[in-house]
């Protein structure tokens, strides 16, 4: 049986903070993000953007960024909105979700920009 590989997080060391299950894997490219996106699209999921200021992504609710895209289709678009999102609080952490609205809970999640380090 193979060992369990321990993965260095710790509160004083904010690089090391570990979000989702993405935040265990190297970090996306634009490519591999873009595909991720025509996975909640392909889905049926509706897309919406969040962000936080970095220290507070543990223990608070994430703003939502406009309201979530219903219905949004074209993979550009919700990109640009992420982007956007992040040009407007360049210092915060910007996730992405997919909202199942048939199981009623999010279907997918990442963060695809982090922010400053507090």
Not at 25 to 32: F, N, V
Not at 68 to 73: D, L, S, V
């Amino acid at each position: 049986m193979s060992e369990m590989q321990d993965y260095s997080s710790s509160l004083e060391d904010v690089n090391s903070r570990k979000f989702e299950t993405f935040s265990y894997l190297p970090a996306m490219d634009a490519d591999r993000i873009r595909k991720q996106v025509e996975y909640i699209v392909s889905k049926g999921w509706n897309p919406a953007i969040e962000h936080t200021e970095p220290e507070n992504a543990f223990d608070h609710y994430w703003y939502m960024w406009k309201l979530p895209m219903f219905g949004e289709t074209d993979i550009d678009t919700i990109l640009k909105e992420a982007e956007a999102c992040h040009k407007a609080h360049p210092n915060n952490h910007v996730r992405l979700i997919g909202f199942d609205n048939y199981a009623q809970s999010k279907g997918a999640e990442m963060v695809v920009y982090r922010g400053k380090p507090v």
